[in-house]
């Protein structure tokens, strides 16, 4: 499967804060591909800049681009731009280049980076909501690492 890295994260902090994924009534493939992921520590993913196996049926994607828009940040409106920006400084801090194929156990490996560089990555987004999206993402590695019995050295914390 493509995925944009921050609905990666998006998923685990989900599946942390114990969210059952259903479908959305723009139609996306977000809760088919929660699943896909929850269930397979070893799912191929490429990592990509703009559309991917999320956005397969959604009512907002319009020749492979989002049109969606967002509303809790000043400096952004479309989701598009905004996604871009978001996925440049979860890839920057999570040291993943574009492009990149690699499974979901190793994106469960490197979320110690993106959970201690979360208010770096979110910054502009309400303090509070990051940190309720830290706990829930910290949640969820936590009980995909029990989930598939995934040994670490350090896990990451
Ligand atoms: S097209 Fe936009 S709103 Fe739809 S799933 Fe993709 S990123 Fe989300």
Redesign the pocket.
Same mark, same amino acid.
């Given at each position: 499967m493509k995925l944009?890295i921050h609905?990666f994260f998006d998923i685990i902090r989900d599946f942390g804060s114990g969210k059952d994924f259903f479908p959305?009534p723009?139609l996306?493939?977000?809760h088919k591909i929660a699943n896909i992921i929850l269930k397979d520590p070893f799912q191929r993913v490429e990592i990509v800049i703009g =559309? /991917?196996s999320?956005?397969e049926g959604?009512?907002?994607?319009k020749e492979h681009?989002? =049109? /969606?828009i967002i509303t809790h940040r000043k400096d952004f409106t479309g989701?598009?731009e905004f996604?871009i920006y978001l996925d440049a400084r979860i890839m920057e801090v999570c040291g993943i280049e574009a492009d990149t194929v690699t499974n979901t156990v190793s994106l469960i490996k490197v979320s110690g980076k993106y959970i201690d560089n979360i208010h770096y990555i979110y910054s502009g987004n309400d303090k509070s909501h990051t940190e309720m999206r830290k706990l829930s993402v910290i949640k969820g590695v936590d009980n995909y690492i029990r989930k598939h019995g995934i040994i670490t050295s350090r896990f990451l914390f």
């Open positions: 944009r609905h959305h723009y996306h493939s977000y =559309t /991917d999320v956005c959604c009512i907002k994607l681009a989002c =049109t /969606d989701k598009e996604n």
